[in-house]
């Protein structure tokens, strides 16, 4: 989810809709957002975005089948509280999550792209 990798057209339920995942990261706490600013300097960027309890949502979005240029990372703004506006590819969070998470390995089975 945090890599954009393109989805074949058999992803989409309908094609010309959009496909959308969400997610909730939990537990970002002092501890690592400490390690954001020695690693890889990202707290600044993170840390806005953060609710209540170190909780951090995040959107992926997909408008195209075998597009990954058409990927759109979207973050909930705290500020605005629990049920902020999304807000789209915010400068540093696709590397800032990249650092909590190893990069998975996709393994295609039902079709490809290219």
Excluded: Q
């Excluded at 989409?12 to 002092?30: A, M, P, Q, R, Y």
């Amino acid at each position: 989810m945090i890599s954009p990798f393109p989805l074949v057209e058999s992803d989409f339920n309908e094609t010309g809709l959009s496909v959308s995942v969400e997610g909730t990261i939990n537990g970002i706490t002092d501890a690592i957002l400490v390690r954001f600013d020695v690693e890889v300097k990202h707290r600044s960027r993170i840390e806005p975005l953060l609710m209540d309890g170190g909780v951090l949502r995040i959107r992926r979005s997909m408008d195209v089948p075998c597009s990954a240029k058409t990927a759109v990372l979207s973050v909930r703004d705290a500020s605005g509280g629990n049920d902020g506006e999304w807000v789209s590819n915010p400068t540093g969070i696709p590397e800032a999550l990249k650092a909590l998470f190893p990069e998975p390995m996709v393994i295609g089975v039902n079709g490809r792209c290219g």
